[in-house]
């Protein structure tokens, strides 16, 4: 990915006066190469810096700090890091000025502390990269993770189907069992009722009140 931070340190854009005199194409030449030195200064600087390595496990992910000291980079002793100048950017006196102005503010400060803007870069590129690996660090754990839950997931499912369908065809026997209960249970009824109808019409030629009970109409009674 291009980073194009940079450009608001290294600029080049000439003043008013450079301006007018850059209108003919003689004049313009100088600042075209210029710039192109600025360019690859820069990313000389960038070429300089190596990969990051982590000494230390980060705890707490919102702590940008943490992350710096894991990977090693402290403040210099001059105390100018990409992080001092953006506060310098953000200070009250010159926040409200124009960018060329607030970047020829942040110069005369590094040049009065005796320290060189490649040395603030630097920092910013350490930083950067810092930032970037651990992003994808972070995302390839992630994305691990993410897969290794899926399959548990997935076990997890197969897991609940099985049990779904045990349970399932232990609830159906049990339905059918109820069914078959009740089918042998009825068809003995049918039949004591025929006996107790057969047993009830034979009482029913000697006596007058049958003491027989059935469930499929009155008894025939004597005379």
Known sequence: MSKKWYQHFVSVEPSPEEQIHQKTPAAAAPSTAKARTAAQTVADIAASVAEPK?????????????????????????????????????????????????????????????????AVIEDAVRRDRTLDTFERVQQKSLDEMEARKIEENKQIQAEIDRLVAERRARMQANTDEVARQKEAFYSWRLKKQQEEQKIADTVGYFVTENPVTTTRGSAPTAS
């Open 54 to 118: 982590f000494t230390a496990p980060v705890q707490n992910l919102s702590s940008f700090e943490e992350l710096y000291r894991a990977a090693e980079i402290r403040p210099p002793a001059h105390g100018y890091t990409i992080l001092k100048v953006a506060e310098m950017l953000q200070s009250e006196h010159i926040r409200a000025l124009p960018a060329e102005v607030k970047r020829s503010s942040v110069l005369v400060a590094l040049e009065a502390a005796g320290v060189k803007l490649e």
